[in-house]
């Protein structure tokens, strides 16, 4: 359950381009923690965040952070992280003068944002190559020193725009421990925009789901992804015995190419598919819990209610 | 290492030393607001200009400007100290030797060339790299980071326009057989070279930096840049002389170099070497005054009004 007050509060949010609706009457809450924006490309997680930013002014609605209008405060913005996802490190300055600079634009005095600058170098990872021109970095690096100019300055809440785009395997594991760390051991709440489940998973306490431009899903990330577990079937023969067996006992299942796949699966499920095996006398090549794509999630949810609240 | 804690003894002083927490750390200080920001911008401004904190190619450009334009000042020096020298006093004012007012005018092809290659440098790197979709999610306006970038390169283009006249000031008082007495006769020129290079300094770097809010691309703000003084002034001279009369003095007002070089003789009162065939220099002092703010007011506008709104 969230503590204290709402960090970021958005009411109706509306926002239209012309003939585009980029956001459709939203409403939700984020308190303290970290929490995942996930949708599809052009779901409205960019504008959401510009709006929540202050940078673009929403066409109904009201968008408050922080305790104040994001569209008339530019102040607030000093309290306020940013991790783009596109490039746009300068690529001449080493990461030192860089990060030193974006925290005195935040309004640090010169000589405390030269100490921040080097902390947080030194937190992202990337203390020891802090005067090598940024041009010259790797794609996880260049990610790390825009975690870090989103940090240096000691913002009350950050935004994290696809924090974990370009990076391999290792690279990613690392960047979302980064962004847990952020929140548990610095107290920075976090707003991370996402297409990729898994990250979010990974690293939220809540989620916020939208798909063309409509809220779909708000609450807590543990429900979420019980909701949208599924556990893929395979068998050498007899799978129509099987999907009987499993019918039989009340088991929703669906063919999947050469495979089936079972709804939401709990405890009590995993008893129904070993007892619906033993009968159907099929034998098993492969089980294994998957999740569903979030494109059959947005299906799935596209009647929901577009009005949510963060709990 | 010395522990101090409660009922625990404190070991030899020898062992003593020094736990460092030099991890994240939260900050509770003071936050400056706008306007650190907006000189943080400026810094950085100056900074991109003189290529400071940059690599050394970043520094060749300014820098060979800088001395290119302070080896003209000293060789003028030189050169009024030496007829000083051999034709006795005052003889380098009866050779009527280029002076202070005649400096700008002398200078005023490097002038622009520097405003040209450098100025783009401050407004088209942060567009290409992105960096500007960062500054402007911090506390800091479209508004905020175009002014304190223009204010950046006026600033430097101002010191470059200063630091030779200075050199020749210097050098042309002790050059004189008796400085002093050259101070006394010449220290006029010295608020009126500060003045003009001010006015010299304010529109190119308006020009330049509203050029610069077109392109993405440093070398296409350049090259347009340098080809429209190049082109503007034997054009506007040709058709000047051709059309003649008051038609061919209004035509001779836009040639762009010459715009701030009326400017320096007004604030001079002297028709320097660089006007005196231009035929806008009889125009009311007043005209050419204006003619100057209309051209460096009306660039400022449009290219405040193109970052005005500006955002990620």
């Known amino acids: 359950m969230p503590s204290g007050p709402a960090l970021l509060e958005v009411e109706h949010l509306t926002k239209e381009y012309r003939n585009v609706v980029a ?42 952070v922080l305790g104040e209008n994001a569209s008339e405060s530019i102040g607030v913005r000093a309290r306020l992280g940013y991790m783009p996802e596109h490039d746009c490190l300068p690529s001449q300055v080493s990461a030192a003068e860089f990060l030193t600079h974006m925290a005195e634009l935040s309004g640090l005095p010169p000589s405390v944002a030269r100490t921040r600058a080097a902390d947080t170098l030194r937190h992202t990872g990337l203390f ?139 405890e009590s499920v995993y008893d129904h598919i070993r007892d619906a095996l033993v009968e159907s006398q099929a034998p098993l090549r492969r089980m294994a819990p998957r999740r569903r794509a979030l494109a059959e999630l947005f299906e799935r949810d596209a009647s929901a209610s577009p009005d949510g609240r963060i709990a | 290492m010395t522990i101090h804690s409660a009922g625990l003894a404190a070991p030899p002083a020898a062992h003593t030393g020094t736990v460092f927490d030099i991890g994240y750390r939260g900050y509770t200080g003071v936050r400056e607001g706008r306007n ?43 050169i009024a100290g030496a007829a000083e020298r051999l034709g006795g006093p005052g003889a380098a004012e009866k050779m009527n030797l280029p002076s202070h007012g005649d400096f700008y005018g002398i200078a005023s092809i490097i002038l622009f060339l520097f405003a040209a290659v450098v100025a783009p440098e401050l407004l088209c790197r942060d567009r290409r790299e992105g960096t500007i979709n960062l500054y402007l999610v911090r506390p800091l306006t479209g508004t905020d980071y175009v002014f304190s970038r223009w204010a950046a390169f006026t600033a430097v283009m101002t010191l470059t326009a200063w630091l030779p006249q200075v050199i020749l000031f210097l050098g042309l008082s002790m050059g004189d057989p008796v400085p002093v007495v050259y101070l006394r006769n010449h220290w006029l020129d010295f608020p009126r070279f500060l003045a003009a290079g001010v006015a010299m300094a304010a529109y190119t770097t308006t020009l330049a930096m509203l050029i610069a809010s077109f392109t993405n691309r440093r070398a296409y703000a350049s090259v347009f840049l340098i080809g429209l003084f190049v082109i503007t002034t034997p054009f506007t001279v040709g058709l000047a002389e051709e059309i003649g009369g008051a038609a061919g003095q209004w035509v001779s007002m836009f040639n762009l170099t010459n715009i701030p070089l009326h400017v320096n003789d007004v604030i001079f009162g002297e028709v320097s070497e660089m006007t005196e065939d231009a035929p806008a220099r009889t125009l009311p002092a007043a005209v050419r005054v204006g003619w100057y703010f209309l051209w460096t007011l009306i660039p400022a506008g449009v290219l405040w009004w193109r970052y005005r709104r500006l955002s990620p």
């Open chain 1, 23 to 64: 956001l459709n009457d939203i409403s939700f809450s984020i308190f303290d923690g970290v929490t995942g924006i996930l949708g599809e490309n052009g779901a409205g997680k960019s504008t959401a965040i510009k709006i929540l930013l202050g940078l673009v002014r929403p066409t109904s609605g009201s968008a408050m």
């Open chain 1, 128 to 266: 020891e190559e802090r005067y090598r021109a940024i041009g010259g970095y790797s794609t996880g690096m260049k990610q790390r020193v825009k975690l870090g100019q989103a940090l240096v300055h000691d913002p009350a809440f950050v935004f994290l725009d696809e924090p974990t785009a370009g990076l391999d395997p290792l690279g990613r594991e690392e960047m979302l421990d980064l962004v847990r760390k952020t929140h548990q051991e610095f107290g920075i709440s976090v707003l991370l925009s996402s297409h990729l489940m898994a990250d979010v998973e990974r690293t939220c306490d809540r989620i916020i789901v939208l798909q063309g431009g409509r809220l779909v899903h708000a609450g807590d990330v543990g429900q979420f992804t019980k909701e949208t577990e599924t556990v893929f079937i395979e068998v050498d023969t007899n799978r129509e015995r099987l999907v009987a067996a499993l019918e039989l006992r009340g088991v929703g299942v669906s063919a999947d190419g050469g495979g089936l796949t079972i709804e939401g699966p709990d």
């Open chain 2, 36 to 78: 650190r920001s907006r000189l943080a911008i400026f810094k950085d401004g100056v900074r991109i200009a003189m290529g400071f904190g940059r690599g050394g190619r970043a520094k060749i450009l300014p820098w060979a400007f800088i001395a290119l334009l302070s080896l003209i000042s000293l060789i003028m020096a030189m």
